[in-house]
């Protein structure tokens, strides 16, 4: 590792997010921010001309929750973030952007100069929102050097911290670690096998629309619910007392992660109640939440070929974990003591800065202290047209859990005789049917030779990369028409937009984000 670029890992939360740097042994070290606390609240508030990111923010959005972004990370991908703040439409991966503007600011302080990072995602983020994930980094006056999945990250803080990194140690007897990952926002299952210190993920699976957030809100829900019965009157209508009421359902419920009843306080409309929510009851609200991940994470084995008894261990990871519910289910389903050996609020930003290491470790020519093989979350594929019926289809080039980096190709045929135009368009999901899957980007060929037949070949060929990136080449055989491009996106900023909010946001004074 070069004593001068320091080695540095995001975990890019949807509630709260962490910085860590490798120090002086390599080992991982969590970087405290500009309050001296150890995680950031992912918020932003929009004060007028001052952007205010973190814990801050968290205490505006109590009583001026129209004016605060919160769980940004869950429209990674999408044209605009869910919230009209100020009048404006903000891109979901800008509101990102000033999060990692202000972690990369905090931690320079004490770091020195850099901009080399590495920045985790969720495992079942698509295409789309990884590369909105690199374009936020890209805004915040970083060099995203990777983009690793979360679980995976998580996986490796567990290796080191259980020494499968240190070369005077045996482990070559494969081990078998399900990684259960449940944060503010997403949630990821990730079976991996661990082989000394080779990293293969046998399969992956997740939800990025499940989360801590949705626990929390079925905790606000039954506090209105309770309070209609008494005073006839929803504190969710008002913002700011909607935005109250989930900060004190946040904390009631870490809480009844460690008590079996939380007093909840409700003020609204003169009527002021402290309404008593019983362990129990939270848990019965939250029981199909609960479920989802039970049956994902069945899913995920079985996509694995495994069985429960195959399983060396399964280790927690993400705030949300420390749910009293879902470590029970966890321990009833797997037959094993869950794993909560590394930090859970910690883990994901520890391997992601291990990557770091490794990646500039790997400039200076040094071997890697160890190796990373992942699978794909989503097919990809291009959208044909049956023949038979004339109904579009996804013709699929690379399924779900294939090992990659992978490189697929698929010929597809002309619609009609000299046809002069391909046009690409890329998707990713696993039904047929192209409208049930998430529009990837497009591509087109223009000019192609003149006189061609009805039905002529065209090639598709399909790159995949370890960082879950995608490039597409397009080839029709025995001429000259090709293509080979990092396509036009979904959703995706223009390359003028993305530097001129990277002028804006990592120009800015450090102060505009204290």
């Known amino acids: ?25 390599g080992q991982p070290v969590t970087v405290v921010n500009a309050e001296g606390d150890r995680s950031t609240p992912s ?23 129209h004016r605060v972004a919160d769980g940004s990370k ?3 991908g999408r044209r605009v973030y869910h919230k009209e703040i100020n009048g404006k439409h903000y891109p979901p991966e800008v509101i990102g952007a000033f999060i990692l503007n202000k972690m990369r600011v905090d931690a320079q302080a004490q770091l020195g100069p850099f901009t080399k990072a ?6 079942y983020f698509d295409e789309v929102r990884r590369k909105a994930t690199q374009d936020a980094g890209y805004m915040a006056g970083l060099e995203v050097i990777d983009i690793i999945n ?24 494969p081990h078998t670690v399900l990684v259960y990952d449940l944060g503010g926002g997403t949630f990821d299952v990730t079976v991996m096998e661990i082989r000394g210190t080779n990293y293969i993920t046998l399969a992956t699976d997740g939800d990025v629309q499940l989360g801590g957030y949705d626990w929390d809100q079925r905790l606000v829900d039954l506090v209105a619910e309770r309070f209609i019965r008494l005073h006839m009157a929803d504190p969710r209508e008002d913002p ?12 009631a419920k870490r809480t009844l992660s460690s008590r079996a009843k939380a007093a909840i306080p409700c003020d609204y409309r003169g009527f002021a109640e402290r309404i008593e929510i019983a362990r129990q009851e939270f848990e019965e609200a939250t029981q199909d939440l609960l479920d989802r991940t039970r049956f994902t994470m069945t899913q995920t084995l079985k ?9 060396d261990r399964v280790l927690l990871t993400g705030g949300s974990t420390r749910m009293p519910m879902v470590r029970a289910m966890v321990r009833r389903i797997s037959g094993k003591e869950p794993d909560t050996s590394v930090a859970a609020d910690e883990a994901v930003a520890h391997g992601a800065a291990l990557r770091a290491g490794q990646i500039l470790a790997r400039s200076q020519g040094k071997p890697p202290a160890f190796r990373i093989r992942n699978v794909n979350s989503h097919s990809l594929g291009v959208v044909g047209l049956d023949r038979l019926t004339g109904r579009k289809r996804n013709g699929i080039l690379i399924p779900r859990n294939t090992p990659i980096p992978v ?15 391909i046009l690409v368009e890329i998707v990713e999901g696993e039904n047929l049917s192209p409208d049930d899957c998430t529009p990837i980007g497009r591509c087109t060929i223009r000019k192609l030779p003149k006189g061609l037949p009805e039905r002529s070949p065209v090639d598709v060929h399909f790159h995949y990369e370890p960082n879950g990136r995608l490039k597409v080449r397009v080839s029709v055989p025995n001429t000259d028409a090709k293509i080979e491009t990092e396509f036009t996106r979904e959703n995706g900023l223009p390359k003028e937009h993305l530097d001129g909010w990277r002028r804006y946001i990592s120009g800015a004074e450090p102060t505009a984000y204290a």
Do not use: N
């Not at 590495?118 to 495992?123: D, E, K, L």
């Not at 996509?303 to 399983?311: H, Q, V, Y």
């Not at 490189?407 to 005789?417: E, L």
């Open 1 to 25: 590792m070069s004593e001068t670029i320091p080695a540095v890992g995001i975990d890019l939360g949807t509630t709260f997010s962490a910085l860590a740097r490798l120090d002086d042994k």
């Open 43 to 65: 918020m932003v508030l929009f004060d007028g001309d001052e952007v205010v990111v973190g814990k801050e923010a968290l205490k505006a959005f109590a009583t001026e929750s």
């Open 74 to 76: 869950r429209d990674m």
């Open 118 to 123: 590495v920045i985790t995602v969720p495992a």
């Open 150 to 173: 979360e679980p995976t990250a998580a996986a490796i803080a567990f290796g080191m911290a259980h020494g499968f990194l240190r070369p005077d140690e045996d482990r070559k007897t």
């Open 240 to 251: 700011t007392t909607a935005g109250k009421l989930w900060r004190e359902c946040e904390d």
């Open 303 to 311: 996509a694995a070929g495994l069985t429960w008894d195959k399983l």
């Open 407 to 421: 490189t697929a190709r698929r010929t597809f045929k002309t619609r009609k005789a000299d046809q002069r135009s």
